[in-house]
Nanobody, 123 residues
Framework: QVQLVESGGGLVQAGGSLRLSCAAS????????MGWFRQVPGKEREFVAA????????YYGDSAKGRFTISRDNAKNTLYLQMNSLKPEDTAVYYC????????????????WGQGTQVTVSS
């Protein structure tokens, strides 16, 4: 399995921006389709965005459309999530995940997960 480490979370005011990163190691990063999910206590993990192994295809959850952009740099073994126009309801722990079975919005399709990075948006 690939090892994943997220970074870039923090505290930001509503309307602000953050860029999350997910560094991959251990296996060939370009073999994986990648996704971002988020979770708040007491709720199920929510799909945010996904990107194909070569970056050609992307897919966004409703909460991310028009505000977030997923991208990857296979040369740097890194996945990104640019988050703009942040809202208090975006507050959550954000996780990156890797899948070998194809681009997916279900968390059950992902094989490897990072430890998460906290994003807090103040009003």
């Amino acid at each position: 399995q690939v090892q994943l480490v997220e970074s870039g979370g923090g505290l930001v005011q509503a309307g602000g921006s953050l860029r999350l990163s997910c560094a991959a190691s251990g296996r060939t990063f370009s073999h994986y389709d990648m996704g971002w999910f988020r979770q708040v206590p007491g709720k199920e993990r929510e799909f945010v965005a996904a990107i194909s192994w070569n970056g050609a295809r992307t897919y966004y959850g409703d909460s991310a459309k028009g505000r977030f952009t997923i991208s990857r740099d296979n040369a740097k073994n890194t996945l990104y999530l640019q988050m703009n126009s942040l809202k208090p309801e975006d507050t959550a722990v954000y996780y990156c995940a890797a899948a070998t079975t194809g681009l997916a919005i279900s968390s059950t399709m992902y094989d490897s997960w990072g430890q998460g990075t906290q994003v807090t948006v103040s009003s």
